[in-house]
C-alpha cells in the first residue's frame, strides 16, 4: 500500500499560496508588530572587549571563551586553499560546536498552512524585531544553561512524532564566519489547539513569504528554515507560447518534468568531484597574533579597515529568556550583495548558482548564489578574486530585477549586518566552470539533504519561493499567470 507520511506532503503548491483564508491580514500583522516593541526589544551598546563581564581570554591562545564553557568562542584561524586567488590567510572564527534547533510549527487553518511565528529582538538585529521561527535557539539556550526561561514550543520539536515531521535536515551557517557551524532545520506540522503566547503569531504561509519583500523584517533563520519546504510542481507545465512570462517558466522550474539543463547526477558528481580534489588546510591560530589583524582592547580587526571586526556589546532586553548580557559580535564594514542570476531555458527558469570553498564549511565547499560579495573588500584583494558576475549584477537595470530586499544575517552572532537579495534576470546563459544552471526543483530536492547549499543561497532560495507567493496571489485576482517578456535561451 503507498505510504501517506506527512513528510511527502506538499506545501508549496499555488492553491496553498493562494490567499483562499487566512487567520488575520498582513496590516493587522503589522500593528501588533509596533505594538509589541514596546514589551519585546533589546538595547545594544557597544562596549570594549576587555570590559566584557562572564567572558575571558585564554591565556595561551588569546581566544575569547565564555566562562561556562558553552555557548560560543571566538578563535583564530589559519586558511589554505590550494589554487585560489587568496591562496592562505588569517581570520577570526566563531566556534559553536553544538547543534542549535531552528524550527516552524505548521497547523492548518481553513485548509490553509499557517506558520506559527516569532517576533525576536535580537542584539544585533537591525531595525529592531524581527520574524523568527518558533523555535530558534542554541543547545545552551534550551538546556539552560545561560539560567533563564524556558523556550516556548520546544517540546513539539524535541518530541514531534515522526508523521508529523515534514522536513528535519542539518544545514551549514555561514563558512566564512563560523567553523563547521549547523543547525538542524525543522518544519512539523499539529493539529493541537496552540494558544498564540506573547510574540507569537500565527501568519499564513504566502503571508510570511511575501514577507520576505520587507527590509530586514523576516530573519535568516527563517529564511532558512523556509527554503526546506516540501516543494510540489507549481502546475501543468505549458509550452512556451506567445504569451508566457516569468511567471509560467517560475512555475515549470517547480516541476521535474520539465527538465533541467544538466540531470541530478552531473550535479552531484560535480559537486563531489570539486570536494575531493580541493585541497584546503584550516588550522587554529592564536587570536592575539593573527598576521594582518590589530586588536586594542576594544575589538579585532583587519589591518585594512576592511572585511569584519569582532566587537564586545552590552544587552538590555525584555521578552526574553534572559534580562541582560554582554558577548563578542561580528560586525562588518558595509552591507554585503548576495544575487542571483536567472534565465529561462526551454521556457523553465533555471538559476546560475557558484560552487563556493568556505574555511568553515563542514565538506570544503557549497552551492552559493552566483554572487556572493562584500564589494569593497575587493579592493584589498587581488582582481582574479572578483566574482566573475558581479559587474552584471551591479550593471541590471530595473526591468531584470525579478526580487531586491535588504535582508539581515543571524542577530546573535552579528551586529546589524545585513545583505541586499537580489534576483536578476539575464538573457544570456553563461557558461564558466565553476557555475551551473539549476532548475528551482533541482535545488528543493538537494535541499532534503544535509551541505549541499549554503545558507546565503538558502536565503535566496526562499526569495525565489516568495516570487512564488506573488504569482499564486496574482493569479487568484486574474486567473492567469502574467505575461512579460524576454529573452528565450534553449539547451
Not at 44 to 55: F, K, N, Q, V
Not at 328 to 346: F, H, K, N, Q, S
Not at 454 to 471: D, I, K
Request: hydrophobic share 40%; aromatic share 6%.
Amino acid at each position: 500500500m503507498a505510504s501517506t507520511d506527512a513528510l511527502e506532503l506538499p506545501l508549496l503548491t499555488p492553491g496553498v499560496l493562494s490567499p483562499r483564508y487566512e487567520t488575520g491580514t498582513l496590516p493587522e500583522f503589522h500593528r501588533m508588530l509596533a505594538a509589541a516593541g514596546s514589551r519585546i526589544f533589546t538595547r545594544t551598546e557597544r562596549i570594549a572587549l576587555e570590559s566584557l563581564d562572564g567572558w575571558h581570554r585564554d591565556p595561551d591562545s588569546g581566544w575569547l571563551r565564555h566562562r561556562s564553557g558553552r555557548f560560543f568562542s571566538i578563535e583564530g584561524l589559519r586558511a589554505r586553499v590550494a589554487g585560489a586567488p587568496v591562496a592562505e590567510w588569517c581570520q577570526p572564527i566563531i566556534n559553536q560546536p553544538e547543534t542549535g534547533i531552528l524550527g516552524i510549527l505548521i497547523k492548518e487553518f481553513g485548509g490553509v498552512p499557517h506558520c506559527l511565528m516569532q517576533l525576536k529582538a535580537e542584539p544585533g538585529n537591525r531595525g529592531g524585531l524581527q520574524l523568527s521561527p518558533t523555535v530558534q535557539a542554541t543547545r545552551s539556550n534550551y538546556t539552560g544553561v545561560h539560567g533563564g526561561k524556558a523556550v516556548p514550543y520546544l517540546d513539539y520539536f524535541r518530541q514531534a512524532p515522526a508523521h508529523r515531521v515534514i522536513a528535519d535536515i542539518r544545514q551549514s551557517e555561514q563558512g566564512s564566519w563560523f567553523l563547521r557551524k549547523r543547525n538542524r532545520n525543522m518544519i512539523v506540522t499539529t493539529t493541537d489547539d496552540v494558544p498564540e503566547q506573547d510574540g507569537f503569531s500565527w501568519l499564513s504561509l504566502r503571508q510570511v513569504l511575501r514577507l520576505l519583500r520587507h527590509d530586514d523584517l523576516v530573519n535568516m533563520d527563517t529564511r532558512t528554515v523556509l527554503s526546506c519546504l516540501p516543494l510540489a510542481p507549481g502546475g501543468r507545465p505549458r509550452q512556451p507560447g506567445r504569451d508566457d512570462g516569468f511567471t509560467a517558466a517560475l512555475l515549470r522550474s517547480c516541476d521535474p518534468a520539465a527538465g533541467s539543463r544538466h540531470p541530478g547526477r552531473e550535479i552531484r558528481s560535480w559537486i563531489t568531484e570539486v570536494r575531493s580534489r580541493t585541497e584546503v588546510d584550516v588550522e587554529s591560530a592564536p587570536l592575539d597574533r593573527l598576521a594582518g589583524w590589530r586588536q586594542d582592547g576594544r575589538s579585532v580587526r583587519h589591518d585594512s579597515g576592511r572585511f569584519f571586526e569582532v566587537i564586545g556589546v552590552r544587552v538590555e532586553s525584555a521578552g526574553r529568556e534572559v534580562g541582560g548580557w554582554t558577548q563578542p559580535m561580528l560586525a562588518t564594514v558595509e552591507d554585503g550583495l548576495l544575487a542571483l542570476l536567472v534565465t529561462r531555458i526551454d521556457g523553465v527558469l533555471h538559476a546560475l548558482m557558484h560552487l563556493r570553498v568556505e574555511p568553515g564549511l563542514v565538506d570544503v565547499a557549497e552551492l552559493a548564489p552566483t554572487v556572493q560579495a562584500t564589494v569593497g573588500n575587493y579592493a584589498e584583494l587581488p582582481a582574479a578574486a572578483r566574482p566573475p558576475f558581479l559587474d552584471e549584477v551591479l550593471a541590471a537595470g530595473p526591468e531584470a530585477i525579478r526580487f531586491d530586499s535588504m535582508l539581515s544575517d543571524e542577530g546573535g552572532r552579528f551586529f546589524q549586518v545585513s545583505n541586499r537579495h537580489l534576483i536578476v534576470e539575464t538573457g544570456t546563459a553563461h557558461r564558466h566552470p565553476d557555475y551551473r544552471w539549476m532548475p528551482v526543483h533541482q535545488l528543493a530536492g538537494l535541499l532534503r539533504h544535509c551541505h549541499y547549499l549554503n545558507v546565503q543561497a538558502r536565503s535566496l532560495v526562499a526569495c525565489l519561493y516568495g516570487l512564488l507567493a506573488e504569482s499564486a496571489a496574482r493569479d487568484a485576482t486574474t486567473g492567469t499567470a502574467a505575461a512579460d517578456g524576454a529573452p528565450e535561451q534553449k539547451g
